[in-house]
């Protein structure tokens, strides 16, 4: 069965720092996707990772993945207030058409 | 605009009562999902569907059941049998391979059973 994991689930920070948020999954898969979601709000992608070593960038948040170490990242770069939000990394089982989801990170910037 | 619509968004019944939750998408995507959203927890998968009148049982599918009869529509029936049905319950729908797209979410539904 594949598990998903989070780390941290919970992360307080500042703006203009830097963090990561990681994404550790427990079977083989080449698939991996970020989505963030607001409070009492439905899910919002964000990047979809098809590749080891696959790198996507948007504004601030940057995804990497490396499927040999089943690991993805969400860096977080120069934090601002409007990127609190909760986190979600998911991930395709072998190709099983579905989505495994991690627990989320929430994440809060503070001023 | 085309999207998925999940009715009613807020869900009130009492324990004992069957409760089905609607999920309408205009995207012409073949794959529908439902997926359950405890409180500070991820997404848990309780029903898909790839094509019309078939579809697979997820991890948490005891419980619910499901219709696929129109492409379009893929409602989710919450039993008495289920123990723990006060949740955020979403759907989502795809449009081909998971590989190329990610899953698009509605607004989702908010039950609750007391």
């Known amino acids: 069965e594949l598990k998903v994991e989070q780390n941290p689930l919970f992360l307080s920070m500042q703006e203009g720092k830097n963090y990561t948020i990681y994404c550790n999954y427990s079977?083989?898969?080449?698939?991996l996707y970020w989505y963030r979601q607001d409070p009492g709000k439905s899910l919002e992608s964000l990047f979809v990772?098809?590749?080891?070593?696959a790198v996507k960038q948007e504004g601030r948040l940057m995804a990497s993945l490396d499927t040999k170490a089943r690991l993805s990242t969400l860096h977080i770069t120069a934090a601002v207030h409007d990127l609190s939000a909760t986190y979600f990394c998911?991930?395709?089982?072998?190709?099983?058409?579905?989505?495994?989801f991690g627990q989320g990170t929430r994440l809060t910037i503070n001023p | 605009d085309g999207g998925i619509t999940q009715s009613p968004k807020y869900l009130f019944r009492k324990e004992g009562q069957n409760v089905t939750l609607s999920c309408e998408q205009n995207l012409n995507h073949d794959a529908m999902y439902w997926y359950r959203q405890d409180p500070g927890q991820g997404l848990r998968l309780i029903y898909y569907?790839?094509?019309?009148?078939?579809?697979q049982k997820g991890d948490i599918a005891e419980g619910y059941s499901v219709s696929r009869e129109k492409k379009e529509s893929f409602p989710l029936t919450v039993t008495s049998a289920q123990k723990n049905p006060t949740a955020f319950y979403l759907c989502a729908s795809l449009a081909g391979d998971i590989g190329n797209s990610p899953l698009h979410f509605g607004n989702g539904t908010r039950l609750t059973v007391t």
């Open positions: 569907s790839q094509i019309v009148n078939d579809f």
């Open positions: 990772l098809l590749s080891n070593g």
């Open positions: 079977t083989t898969s080449d698939r």
């Open positions: 998911a991930v395709d089982p072998q190709g099983a058409q579905k989505l495994v």
